[in-house]
Nanobody
Framework: QVQLVESGGGLVQAGGSLRLSCAAS????????MAWFRQAPGKERELVAAIPPSGEQTYYVEAVSGRFTISRHNANNTVYLQMNSLKPEDTAVYYC??????????????????WGQGTQVTVSS
């Protein structure tokens, strides 16, 4: 049974930082694309960042590029999202997701097979 468990969310002031973690189990982690999505109230869920098994490339939605960093530690079956210079518009529930590695085109699409329960990030102004 695949499980993705996020942690690290919370309340932070604008300009602050948070680091999200996602611990994966029940899958061959180093064969999976991993990603972070977010969903703000009243908005559709959006892909924030993605990383392939090798970690050699990354994708970021334009709104977070230069502020967020996705990384992974395959030995620990964990993917991270370092969020710096946070803005109120970053407020959302953040979800970890995984899919078996295939084309990078699919890795940067919404089509992921496994999802975590989400962790709330709130940025106050």
């Amino acid at each position: 049974q695949v499980q993705l468990v996020e942690s690290g969310g919370g309340l932070v002031q604008a300009g602050g930082s948070l680091r999200l973690s996602c611990a994966a189990s029940g899958l061959t982690f180093n064969s999976y694309h991993m990603a972070w999505f977010r969903q703000a109230p009243g908005k559709e869920r959006e892909l924030v960042a993605a990383i392939p098994p090798s970690g050699e490339q990354t994708y970021y939605v334009e709104a977070v590029s230069g502020r967020f960093t996705i990384s992974r530690h395959n030995a620990n079956n964990t993917v991270y999202l370092q969020m710096n210079s946070l803005k109120p518009e970053d407020t959302a529930v953040y979800y970890c997701a995984g899919r078996p590695a295939s084309s990078w085109y699919l890795a940067i699409s919404p089509r992921y097979d496994y999802w975590g329960q989400g962790t709330q990030v709130t940025v106050s102004s």
